[in-house]
């Protein structure tokens, strides 16, 4: 056991609490793209003007983008047409796991370093919060 079922519901507490508190102003949106290369998402994204980046990688073949609004929704037309087999707004309000949110990730980083993570057989606590965290 790394943590206790009691300091991961504080942490996720805490995550949600830091999330509110730096989600900039604006209006957000995600969408998951679904059966397309990464590179071509990342090429779309790129010519999108405004804000919109891959954000997460969900599964092989599902991938998430974040951004403003009116961004997210020229790249999801985008998308479709260079053949992403579906393309899904995602009901968001913020522009979730971008550097719009570093502020938070940093945070966050902080309260999770005064926890006693205990390594589980063959990790590094230390690689997990970096993976968590995308080490900013």
């Known amino acids: 056991e790394a943590l206790s079922f009691e300091e991961g519901i504080d942490i996720v ?57 009116d961004s997210i929704e020229k790249a999801m037309e985008r998308l479709k047409e260079a053949g992403a087999k579906k393309v899904i707004e995602l009901k968001t309000t913020g522009p979730f796991h971008t550097e719009k949110l570093q502020d938070a990730a940093i945070e966050l980083r902080k309260e999770l370093e005064k926890k006693d993570i205990k390594p589980l057989e063959d990790s590094d606590p230390k690689l997990l919060l970096d993976y968590i965290l995308f080490k900013y």
Do not use: T
């Open 13 to 69: 507490k805490k995550r949600g609490e830091l999330m509110q508190k730096h989600c900039p102003q604006g209006n957000w949106s995600m969408a998951a793209v679904l059966g397309l290369d990464e590179n071509i998402i990342k090429e779309v994204c790129n010519k999108i003007d405004g804000f919109v980046v891959l954000a997460n990688y969900n599964c092989p073949g599902q991938i998430v983008i974040s951004g403003e609004k």
